[in-house]
């Protein structure tokens, strides 16, 4: 969280992209967009997030913003109960 309204939009929406991208895959169970962010601006550990949300991967990630309209994503998937897949 930047703290910055346009860049929590940004961000917002790219979480939005995600989320739908991914659930157009059948194999994939994919967590609504309002469960997942009820843990927006926490600190939280992932394999707990993992357990309360019932879902074996969580995805992890960040953006940052160097200049104006230029953005670099980073993500990390993790497996519930089992070691780092990043």
Do not use: C, W
Request: charged letters at 20%; aromatic letters at 10%.
């Amino acid at each position: 969280m930047s703290g910055d309204p346009e860049q929590d939009y940004f961000a917002d929406g790219m979480v939005d992209d995600i989320i739908t991208a991914l659930s157009h895959f059948k194999a994939l169970f994919v967590i609504a967009r309002n469960s997942s962010f009820t843990y927006k601006g926490r600190a939280v550990d992932v394999k707990q997030v993992g357990r309360e949300l019932g879902v074996r991967y969580v995805l992890k990630g960040g953006s940052q913003s160097g200049q104006p309209g230029a953005h670099h994503g980073t993500a990390r998937r993790y497996r519930n109960g089992g070691p780092s897949l990043g």
